[in-house]
């Protein structure tokens, strides 16, 4: 008979394995969106959403490897009365950067060659551990008389692991932050927002494990009757993660997240693309200023630019947010500004300005500068002349 305890602390755990196991499999079964156009037969292409099964996979690791963690403190020689892999803490740091990686490139796709990524868990957590377990089982004495040793191993493929942690860690975070770099409305804010929950909640497991590691090293000796000041810890860290990343995403980002992808993948440019487009259109404008004639247009506009009149359209709407003219009009009502702040330009009207900054009209300047500033072109610049 197995001699097996279940502390209340292990019921917790267990509760939150449970938990993690039916979250995980819900955002892997509602990881499946229909996005892009319908074939010749009307019938639409299924498309993962990539962010929620990955995430949905990654709620299951940590269920895992809670699980184990519970298996081995409640049942004596666990590991060797059942050498069957369930723990795979080496595939946690790949997930979890392609976790980050699918929400940063809306268009991700799955290749074979990710699966590299996996190899050290397979051979790791898998057969590694088959093959070690196993033998322990047919030789219980000399496990029994090389506890530290055996604990040594576990703790120099921990350190591993934390490595490897650190450096998916770190390339996320740079994937992360080379998004932000993109403009907030083509970067969808409810995705940044969530990353910088999801990098924090992944950043605490290995600075958790890089706290407990060397002490555990350095006192191998007295592991053994003291692994409840690791363990405890690390279940209550994994315990959280599965609650707060499970039910925070379900509850609060997945159908923001799937909108976002639905409307990224419709793009014609990736939001990379769209973005640099963005810049070489913004940074034209800023220079070559072209907003000063005023009978520019989009077509006028996609001359100078050497650009189809329809991308310099879709680069607007879809790049910058903005319509053709809302776009030229606050250019015009930042160049009124800056000739208004000139001492050359103090024997103008306000209308006058207003023209040498492309205005065609005083209804239109009045319009786009109260729109831009909240005050009419005369408010302004006496609350500005007051101060």
């Given amino acids: 008979m197995l001699d097996t305890s279940l502390e209340s602390s292990n019921f917790y755990f267990l509760m939150a394995v449970i938990q993690g196991l039916v979250l995980g499999t819900i955002l892997i079964s509602r990881s499946v969106r229909v996005a892009g156009k319908a074939d010749r037969a009307g019938k639409e292409t299924p498309v993962p959403q990539f962010p929620a099964l990955f995430l949905g996979v990654l709620i299951i690791l940590f269920s895992l490897i809670l699980l184990h963690a519970v298996l081995e403190e409640s049942i004596h020689m666990y590991n060797a009365r ?9 595939a946690v740091g790949p997930i979890a950067y392609f976790h980050i990686r699918s929400l940063v490139h809306p ?7 990710f699966l590299l990524h996996f190899i050290p868990s397979l051979l790791v957590d898998g057969v590694l551990f088959m093959a070690f377990f196993t033998y322990t089982a047919n030789h219980v004495e000399w496990a029994l008389a090389h506890i530290p040793a055996i604990q ?3 703790l120099v493929i921990n350190a591993f692991g934390l490595i490897q942690l650190f450096a998916y860690l770190v390339a996320g975070i740079r994937l992360h932050t080379q998004a932000g770099d993109l403009r907030p409305r083509a970067y969808h804010k409810g995705v940044k927002r969530w990353l910088k929950i999801f990098i924090r909640v992944w950043a605490a497991i290995p600075a958790f494990l890089l706290l407990v590691i060397p002490p555990a090293m350095i006192f191998i000796q007295e592991l053994d009757q003291n692994t409840y000041l690791i363990y405890k810890p690390m279940g209550l860290l994994l315990s959280l993660a599965i609650y707060g990343l499970g039910y925070h995403y379900l509850i609060s980002h997945f159908d923001e997240v799937g909108q976002y992808l639905s409307r990224a993948r419709s793009m014609k440019y990736s939001v990379a693309e769209l973005e640099d487009r963005s810049c070489q259109l913004t940074r034209f404008l800023t220079n070559e200023k072209p907003y ?3 009978d520019l247009t989009v077509k006028s506009l996609s001359g100078l630019l050497g650009w189809p009149e329809k991308e310099v359209s879709l680069v607007i709407g879809q790049g910058l947010y903005t319509t053709f003219n809302n776009l030229i009009n606050q250019y015009r009502v930042n160049e009124f500004l800056r000739l208004a702040g000139r001492d050359d330009t103090t024997h103008l009207s306000i209308m006058g300005i207003a023209f040498e900054a492309g205005f065609r009209s005083k209804a239109s300047f009045y319009r786009a500068f109260k729109k831009e500033n909240g ?9 500005k002349a007051a101060s």
């Fill in 292 to 294: 000063l004639r005023q």
């Fill in 107 to 113: 268009r991700f796709r799955w290749q074979p060659a």
């Fill in 152 to 154: 040594m191993v576990s």
């Fill in 82 to 90: 059942f050498p069957v892999p369930i723990s795979f803490g080496l």
């Fill in 375 to 383: 005050l009419t072109p005369t408010e302004f610049l006496a609350q």
